[in-house]
Each structure stands twice: as C-alpha cells, then as structure tokens.
C-alpha cells in the first residue's frame, strides 16, 4: 500500500520562506511523478511543483516559478519543495501528490492515484 508522508509547513511573515517534504512508503521499486498541490479556501485545488523520480523532470506553475523549486533527497521517491520569497497568495493547504511512471497533464488532480493528508502553509502580511 502506497502512502505518502508529509512534513514541513507552517506559518511565516511575507518574503519568509519554508521547506515542505513528501516520501513514498509502501513502494520502492517504481518511480513516481510526484509533488504538490495547493488548495486555498473558496479556490480549486493547483498544482505547484512535481518533479519525476526517475528521471528528474520537473513541472512548476508560472505562479511560484523563481520562488518554490523543488528537488529529489537522498531517498529514491522523497521530494523536497524549497519555498522562498512568500507572499500572503501563497497561504493555503499544501497537499502532496504521486502518480507512478507515467503522466499526461502534470497539473490535472485526475492523474493522481496518490494524496497525502495536506499541510497549511500561512504567509501573513
């Protein structure tokens, strides 16, 4: 069974910055497109970063490009989303997501298989 764990988040003040990390466990053997997604109240959920552990290929939103970058650590299927220079747009519920070897659309929620609990990242003014 694939889970996925989430650590980091948290709150900060405006051009703060903050680490989210996410790493699949159940599952060492496949490679996941794998990242995360954002959802503030009253908004659709939006991709931000997903990067592909086999490979390196990496997808960020026009949004956060320049500000979030995210990387693959040390583990095969654990990723890192390193968020700098937030602004109070940024504050939302930041939720992990995975999908194994293969995706189409990388910001579409439907490609997802995977989901993690969700950690509230605040960016106060």
């Known amino acids: 069974q694939v889970l996925l764990v989430e650590s980091g988040g948290g709150s900060v003040q405006a051009g703060g910055s903050l680490r989210l990390s996410c790493a699949v466990s159940g599952d060492i053997y496949s490679s996941f497109y794998m990242g995360w997604f954002r959802q503030a109240p009253g908004k659709e959920r939006e991709g931000v970063a997903i990067?592909?552990?086999?490979?390196?290929?990496?997808y960020t939103a026009a949004s956060v490009k320049g500000r979030f970058t995210i990387s693959q650590d040390n583990a095969k299927n654990s990723v890192s989303l390193q968020m700098n220079s937030l602004k109070p747009e940024d504050t939302a519920m930041y939720y992990c997501a995975a999908k194994k070897w293969y995706i189409n659309i990388w910001n579409a929620t439907r490609e997802y298989d995977y989901w993690g609990q969700g950690t509230q990242v605040s960016v106060s003014s």
């Open positions: 990067r592909y552990t086999g490979g390196g290929t990496t």
